[in-house]
């Protein structure tokens, strides 16, 4: 199945142990059920939901300076940015007392 330039297939849990994780998972995070889809190439599995955001994600703008902080969840990654920035700021402390997401784009 295509939807714009994405190519996806549904993928859905056939264990019940599964089925039933994802639908508590579900309702905690989205106030509708909520199908998955694998995105290919790379059989990445993401919420259908986003294929609202594709183009978004596709168009962020790189350039060849950039410094990429790729972390999991829960393990400092505000402070790494923080850090990344003063230093490539000159420890510019008055300029860090703007909002984060301000100085540090990012996707997540």
Known sequence: ??????????FEATNPLLKKIRDLEN???FSKPESYVKFHPGDCVLPESYN???????????????IWLVTMQKSGTAWAQE???LLE???????????????FPYLE
């Open 89 to 103: 700021n000159n420890c510019n402390l008055q300029g860090a007392q703007t909002p984060l997401h301000t100085r």
């Open 83 to 85: 850090m990344i920035w």
């Open 27 to 29: 309702r905690a995070i």
């Open 52 to 66: 609202e955001y594709y183009d978004r994600v596709m168009d962020f703008p790189v350039e060849n300076t950039d």
């Open 1 to 10: 199945m295509t939807s714009g330039k994405i190519h996806y297939t549904h």
